[in-house]
């Protein structure tokens, strides 16, 4: 059961993980065709949205172990 947990709880992670970097970057982009004078300042926040949206799944993986080598 400890194996489906971990498994369950990587899988869901990591598609929720790669859902909110598609919105992000997809309106990061929408935005930049919008107002490209801006186009820097919304990269560097694109950026910073992205490196938090990716700690989610690494901290899933990190429960898993935790949840499989207990």
Known sequence: MNFLAA??????????ASYGNGKVISKT???MARQPELSG????????GVGLIEAVPILAIVVSFLILFQ
């Open 29 to 31: 982009i929408e935005s």
């Open 7 to 16: 498994a369950i709880a990587a899988g869901v992670a990591a598609f929720a």
């Open 41 to 48: 300042q919304l990269r560097t926040t694109m950026f910073i």
